[in-house]
């Protein structure tokens, strides 16, 4: 029997104009030598704040950055062993392609990478994996945990709605990922790690229970990556992305496979919670509320989306990942899920269903 070994972040700050303050928290951690890649337009939008804070700590000392518009694995291995030598630790600044690239690199290089993520989109910037393009196929690839995160909630809060929306919805996945999970133990297929799915229901739990007036608060704002952290920690004690990522996330995989514009992640994710919820028969009335509270179910009215690109997702989901057994592997489930999004009042109003 085998006790957890697992990395956490050492570096966790979260509040306004943390960005004015990255060097202080660099410096704190023992980090001297940096390397850093920012997401497209970063540079534009926070560069004179980034550069300030890392150019005039004398203690800190910023030995390349570089603009990061892709996420290919040919430009990964292109800049992966040309960083310069002496580089203590990779900062990633921005939104998921350039951490992933960023954090990718750190672990090719066996270094921490520090993420400073300028949304809330998902929880990637708190956990080890990457989404990649490896033959110009979308991929995910296991690197390692950031060693330090770093979140200004005045980017957050002042970032397209979408993003924010996109996080609430990542964040209630766990809802019905970790209800999969146990379906699955109960079909002797995996075994669920009791810690990893405490700390996955925590991480919902807590925000969802939470009382606020607006999305934009920066008490909801923390409130939200703290959740979305803790998942990305319970991902790391399993191991793998069950605690966070069930039968929802395979429906979201297979709209992007299917649908020549996805829509952000988290945005198909909690549409596709809310409808797997009703399957389980688990929490759906709590998904409902916080999904309805939050103005998610209103925003993504907005987006005329289509009925039946879901009820093709739902099908094509098992075929994702055909080793699991979730409630959208089961024949009879599907049926149930297909037939919610037609049933369902709010669901009719999201699909404009007649």
């Given at each position: 029997?085998?006790?957890?070994?697992?990395?956490?972040?050492?570096?966790?700050?979260?509040?306004t104009?943390?960005?004015r303050?990255?060097?202080?928290?660099?410096?704190?951690?023992?980090?001297?030598?940096?390397?850093?890649f920012?997401?497209?337009?970063?540079?534009?939008?926070?560069?004179?704040?980034?550069?300030?804070?890392?150019?005039?700590?004398?203690?800190?000392?910023?030995?390349?950055?570089?603009?990061?518009?892709?996420?290919?694995?040919?430009?990964?291995?292109?800049?992966?062993?040309s960083i310069?030598?002496?580089?203590?630790?990779?900062?990633?600044?921005?939104?998921?392609?350039?951490l992933?690239?960023?954090?990718?690199?750190?672990?090719?290089?066996?270094?921490?990478?520090i993420?400073?993520?300028?949304?809330?989109?998902?929880?990637?910037?708190?956990?080890?994996?990457?989404?990649?393009?490896?033959?110009?196929?979308?991929?995910?690839?296991h690197?390692?945990?950031?060693?330090?995160?770093?979140v200004?909630?005045?980017?957050?809060?002042?970032?397209?709605?979408?993003?924010?929306?996109?996080?609430?919805?990542?964040?209630v996945?766990k809802?019905?990922?970790?209800f999969?999970?146990?379906?699955?133990?109960q079909?002797?297929?995996?075994?669920?790690?009791?810690?990893?799915?405490?700390?996955?229901?925590?991480?919902?739990?807590?925000?969802?229970?939470?009382?606020?007036s607006?999305?934009?608060?920066d008490?909801?704002?923390?409130?939200?990556?703290?959740?979305l952290?803790?998942?990305?920690?319970a991902m790391?004690?399993?191991?793998?992305?069950?605690?966070?990522?069930?039968?929802?996330?395979?429906?979201?995989?297979?709209?992007?496979?299917?649908?020549k514009?996805?829509?952000?992640?988290?945005?198909?994710?909690?549409?596709?919670?809310?409808?797997?919820?009703i399957?389980?028969n688990?929490?759906?009335e709590?998904?409902?509320?916080?999904l309805?509270?939050?103005?998610?179910?209103?925003?993504?009215?907005?987006?005329?989306?289509?009925a039946?690109?879901?009820?093709?997702?739902?099908?094509?989901?098992?075929?994702?990942?055909?080793?699991?057994?979730?409630?959208?592997?089961?024949?009879?489930?599907?049926?149930k899920?297909?037939?919610?999004?037609?049933e369902?009042?709010?669901?009719?109003?999201?699909?404009?269903?007649?």
């Amino acid at each position: 029997m085998q006790t957890h070994k697992i990395s956490i972040p050492v570096i966790l700050e979260v509040g306004t104009d943390k960005l004015r303050e990255l060097d202080r928290y660099i410096i704190k951690a023992g980090i001297k030598k940096i390397t850093v890649f920012l997401g497209e337009g970063i540079r534009e939008l926070f560069g004179e704040t980034i550069f300030r804070a890392l150019n005039e700590n004398k203690e800190l000392e910023l030995l390349a950055d570089n603009d990061c518009d892709q996420n290919s694995m040919e430009y990964i291995m292109g800049k992966a062993f040309s960083i310069p030598s002496g580089t203590e630790a990779i900062v990633g600044i921005g939104g998921g392609k350039a951490l992933d690239v960023a954090k990718y690199i750190a672990f090719l290089n066996d270094i921490p990478f520090i993420s400073v993520p300028t949304s809330t989109a998902h929880d990637g910037f708190a956990s080890s994996g990457c989404s990649l393009y490896i033959n110009e196929r979308r991929t995910s690839v296991h690197a390692r945990m950031p060693y330090g995160i770093i979140v200004d909630t005045n980017i957050i809060k002042n970032s397209p709605e979408k993003f924010i929306y996109s996080g609430i919805g990542d964040i209630v996945s766990k809802v019905t990922a970790v209800f999969d999970w146990q379906f699955e133990e109960q079909q002797g297929v995996t075994r669920v790690d009791d810690l990893a799915m405490m700390i996955a229901k925590k991480s919902v739990n807590s925000i969802a229970r939470m009382p606020y007036s607006d999305i934009k608060e920066d008490f909801f704002i923390k409130e939200l990556v703290d959740s979305l952290t803790m998942s990305g920690i319970a991902m790391e004690i399993a191991g793998n992305s069950s605690p966070a990522s069930g039968s929802e996330h395979l429906i979201s995989h297979a709209l992007d496979k299917m649908t020549k514009t996805p829509q952000l992640h988290g945005i198909q994710v909690g549409i596709a919670t809310y409808i797997m919820s009703i399957v389980q028969n688990h929490r759906y009335e709590r998904v409902r509320k916080f999904l309805s509270d939050t103005g998610f179910f209103n925003f993504v009215k907005t987006l005329r989306l289509n009925a039946e690109d879901y009820e093709k997702a739902i099908d094509m989901a098992p075929s994702i990942k055909p080793n699991r057994m979730t409630y959208v592997h089961v024949p009879e489930f599907r049926e149930k899920a297909k037939k919610v999004i037609y049933e369902d009042d709010i669901l009719n109003q999201v699909f404009n269903v007649v």
